[in-house]
């Protein structure tokens, strides 16, 4: 049975898509597992990322027509061998009015369509990642009620490590009243400059706040990563064959958080089993 993981932070611009997108790949690439990413933001950042990764002009099928026909299953389009995504797209705007039409008088209904939907699927992946708009809203309800695992994106400044506690503070609440059973996985520090007094400042915070909730591994800023929301995720060769230096640098570093993330999954796992 897959399990699920939403990346969140109630700032945007963190880095969450980057963080989805890439841990998909090398999720799917390098460690051979069987992935989904499920878009949940109507701007189809992801969507528009991945579809350019598997030279995909466009990509028809998507997460509307799945969330109104009640039926997934129909909507998943494949990328590479292991990585599929189900698509969004603007008229994912509407969900809100989706699910007020379909669940009137069922708050705890809305809130886990998406878990319903998934159902279906588990049993076809290892693993399926969310991405969501930055919002408590229905976007972040179904996905936080699907999801088994959150990895937290703190963008190393003061306002992401205000979204994060905010995110947190989110969790427990969900947990209180609806009986949630969502996990921290992981809180990963994006885009930290190097050598800025700042952000090592905000990220030590974080720290302190939360211990070894926050990974080790640090995905500083590297240019190749902008390219490849331009032209997809891939790992270029230079002349002589050989695999791009500043692809693998970059790659490596998302490897390394998967790692960090699976040691983490791997001790929730071992106190589950030992409470049973």
């Known amino acids: 049975m897959a399990t699920t993981y939403v990346v969140g932070n109630f700032k945007g611009g963190v880095g969450k898509t980057k963080l989805v997108t890439m841990l998909a790949y090398e999720n799917a690439a390098v460690k051979g597992k069987r992935t989904l990413v499920v878009d949940l933001d109507p701007?189809?950042?992801?969507?528009?990322?991945?579809?350019?990764?598997?030279?995909?002009?466009?990509?028809?099928?998507?997460?509307?027509?799945?969330?109104?026909?009640?039926?997934?299953?129909?909507?998943?389009?494949?990328?590479?061998?292991?990585?599929?995504?189900?698509?969004?797209?603007?008229a994912f705007r509407s969900l809100p009015k989706i699910l007020m039409k379909k669940f009137p008088d069922d708050d705890l209904s809305a809130m886990t369509y998406l878990r319903k939907l998934l159902e279906p699927l588990q049993a076809s992946y290892d693993s399926i990642y969310l991405d969501v708009p930055p919002t408590i809203s229905d976007y972040s309800d179904n996905a936080m009620m699907a999801a088994d695992y959150c990895i937290i994106v703190l963008q190393t400044q003061s306002l992401s490590l205000d979204g994060a506690k905010t995110?947190?503070?989110?969790?427990?609440?969900?947990?209180?009243?609806?009986d949630s059973k969502l996990d921290?996985?992981?809180?990963?520090?994006?885009?930290?400059?190097?050598?800025?007094?700042?952000?090592?400042?905000?990220?030590?915070?974080?720290?302190?706040?939360?211990?070894?909730?926050?990974?080790?591994?640090?995905?500083?800023?590297?240019?190749?990563?902008?390219?490849?929301?331009?032209?997809?995720?891939?790992?270029?060769?230079?002349?002589?064959?050989?695999?791009?230096s500043w692809d693998i640098k970059a790659h490596g570093v998302f490897v390394d958080v998967l790692d960090e993330l699976n040691a983490h999954e791997d001790v929730f796992r071992k106190m589950k089993e030992a409470q049973q």
């Open 184 to 244: 921290i996985l992981g809180i990963v520090a994006c885009m930290l400059r190097p050598g800025g007094r700042v952000d090592e400042s905000i990220i030590e915070e974080a720290r302190q706040t939360y211990g070894n909730n926050v990974l080790s591994t640090v995905i500083r800023y590297q240019e190749r990563l902008k390219a490849y929301d331009v032209e997809g995720i891939h790992v270029g060769e230079t002349k002589s064959g050989l695999k791009d």
């Open 43 to 90: 701007q189809g950042n992801a969507t528009s990322i991945l579809a350019k990764t598997g030279d995909i002009p466009v990509i028809e099928r998507n997460i509307t027509n799945g969330f109104i026909d009640g039926d997934l299953t129909k909507q998943i389009t494949n990328i590479l061998p292991n990585l599929d995504i189900i698509g969004s797209n603007t």
């Open 167 to 178: 995110y947190i503070a989110y969790m427990q609440y969900l947990a209180d009243t609806f």
